[in-house]
């Protein structure tokens, strides 16, 4: 497990670097302040110094077969996670068919019933809820435009 840690901090360490290489290219300093390359290049460089310090602080740690946990958690708990990561794919194909808040309703309403499964009352007033706040946090007040569906919302 040791060397795939350390083979994941390398990895980040060139992620970094890419990042920092690739908004160099952008203008990272104008007249006017901060450019459109410069949050990249500074987050680039948070990467890559944190994969660079995990690198190292690895070194001197040896690994001991009691120590090794495996990759994927218990049963349970892999089943939850592909389950999120099944909602989040299914929000991002129907968001542009059904809209933002059709689409967080619909993913909200299946991740309340089937992480930990809730009344369906409790489900309908959640995901109500907190996809009309997040669509009036983003589409009123922060002005983002959020997709609208079919059904014209």
Same mark, same amino acid.
């Given at each position: *497990?040791? =060397?795939? @840690? ?7 360490? /060139?992620?970094? =670097?890419?990042? #920092? ?5 952008? =203008?990272?300093?104008? @007249?006017? +302040? ?12 948070? !990467? +890559?110094?944190?994969? /660079?310090?995990? /690198?190292?602080? @690895? ?15 218990? &049963?349970?708990?892999? !089943? ?5 990561? +099944?909602?989040?794919?299914? *929000?991002? *194909?129907?968001?542009?068919?059904? +809209? /933002? ?6 993913? =909200? #309403?299946?991740?309340? &019933?089937?992480? @930990? ?37």
């Amino acid at each position: *497990m040791r =060397t795939c @840690e350390q083979a994941y901090n390398i990895l980040w360490v /060139f992620l970094g =670097t890419a990042i #920092c290489l690739l908004s160099v290219q952008l =203008t990272l300093w104008d @007249e006017s +302040g901060p450019g459109n390359g410069f949050i990249p290049f500074v987050a680039g460089v948070l !990467i +890559g110094v944190s994969g /660079f310090a995990l /690198f190292v602080l @690895e070194l001197p740690k040896r690994s001991s077969p009691a120590s090794r946990q495996p990759f994927l958690p218990n &049963r349970p708990a892999t !089943i939850r996670i592909l389950l999120v990561v +099944g909602a989040l794919c299914f *929000m991002a *194909m129907a968001l542009s068919t059904l +809209g /933002f808040l059709l689409s967080a309703f619909l993913a =909200t #309403c299946f991740l309340l &019933r089937a992480i @930990e499964p809730q009344k369906w009352w409790v489900v309908l007033v959640v995901a109500s809820v907190s996809c009309v706040a997040a669509y009036g946090l983003f589409d009123g007040l922060l002005q983002v435009p959020l997709p609208k569906g079919l059904l014209g919302f």
